[in-house]
């Protein structure tokens, strides 16, 4: 069994930081793509950004230059820096990971639970 747990969210005002975290355990044998996903009320899950073993990454442009991705491949963790944080992006975030659980298994998406960032004075 997979569980990815997030940690880090709440509150901040306009132009803070706040960093999230988000750790994989379980059976994991082998993490391909970590990353982050966002939902605020009445909007579809939107990506935020990820990040491949290989330390790839990838953005949404409304995040690029705000925010960094980064993980840490020996502890399967993936976190996530939010600086000059926007009233906008305040949502639900989720962790994400496409993994394989075991050697013989199949690749198989996971998500977190989800940690609620709030951006307001």
């Known amino acids: 069994q997979v569980q990815l747990v997030e940690s880090g969210g709440g509150l901040v005002q306009p132009g803070g930081s706040l960093r999230l975290s988000c750790a994989a355990s379980?059976?994991?044998?082998?993490?391909?793509?970590m990353g982050w996903y966002r939902q605020a009320p009445g909007a579809q899950r939107e990506l935020v950004a990820t990040i491949t073993n290989g330390g790839s990454t990838n953005y949404a442009d409304s995040v690029k230059g705000r925010f960094t991705i980064s993980r840490d491949n020996a502890k399967n963790t993936v976190s996530l820096q939010m600086t000059s944080l926007k009233p906008e992006d305040t949502a639900v975030y989720y962790c994400?990971?496409?993994?394989?659980?075991?050697?013989?298994?199949?690749?198989?998406?996971?998500w977190g639970q989800g940690t609620q960032v709030t951006v307001s004075s």
């Open positions: 994400n990971a496409l993994l394989q659980p075991t050697m013989i298994a199949t690749r198989y998406e996971y």
């Open positions: 379980g059976s994991v044998f082998r993490i391909y793509v």
